[in-house]
């Protein structure tokens, strides 16, 4: 296990549909020691926090979320100060959501990392959705308070200059193909149901579905004989099973944050381990 030595668990300053903070202590002992950790689905980032590697390559597909790590990084200051101003502010949500999807062609200022902060923190349930425009188009959120994460922000920060870092605003296949030896692969992915057919989506308009999955499972393996180990979380369910079967699989309740049908009791989970040995 590669967890750092802390009294609780660190959070993400990130609401996210599907962040692994509910099931770190049940995800952390599969996680080997290694040098470098791939995380090709990074999400809200909350394994990164809660780990410690020589090293890390922190990819995702969504542009907007790769952005704000990349401020984190490299200007924490700038982005606290805009984040907090649009926080302070009396501007409507959807004035500051039809700003942020009028920029689509500039994915990567200072004001758009702010911007998608606010946005995350202000909206329903912190789902992160977008249209076929590429449109956020997730509606505002009933809260009593909005909670503005500067200790969480600037934590995040700290660690992203503390070790090496490489962020990718990329697709998972480019991550995993960088994988070689000693390295460890975490993989979250959009989860997919029980049937081949019935699938979940996910909050973009590219479809995570069964052959993907399939192809995800393929790369990972490729990476295992090149050295690596690789750790996949998903639903748990006999599709998901069929497709990881050459894999180590553990079930879990993961606690449910988020459910379309009011629901929210614990949801079967599994993660799945593969190692060079095991090859």
Known sequence: ?????????????????????????????????????????????????????????????????????QWLRDDLAGLLNTAQLLFDSDIDFYEIRCRFNCNITQPFTLKR??????????????????????????????????????????????????????????????????????????????YISGSKNDIFTGYTPHKFNYPVTKLLHDLLVHAVKRGATAIVSNANNTTVKSIFDDFEIYEIDAPRSVAANGNRSPAREIIAVLTPNMI
């Open 113 to 190: 990392a702010a911007e998608f902060i606010y946005l995350n923190r202000h909206c329903f349930n912190g789902v992160c959705r977008y249209n076929q425009k590429g449109e956020f188009n997730v509606p505002c959120g009933k809260y009593k308070k909005i909670y503005f994460p500067k200790a969480e922000l600037i934590a995040f920060s700290n660690k992203l200059i503390s070790v090496p870092v490489t962020l990718m605003a990329a697709d998972y296949r480019a991550a995993v193909e960088m994988a070689g030896a000693d390295d460890v692969i975490y993989c979250d992915p959009p």
């Open 1 to 69: 296990m590669c967890v750092e030595k802390k009294e609780k668990i660190q959070k993400s300053f990130l609401k996210w549909v599907g962040g692994k903070s509910r099931i770190i202590p049940q995800l952390l002992p599969h996680l080997p020691a290694g040098g470098r950790l791939i995380e090709p689905f990074l999400g809200a980032g909350n394994v990164f926090i809660n780990t410690n590697y020589n090293g890390y390559v922190l990819a995702d597909k969504n542009r907007d979320l790769i952005n704000v790590y």
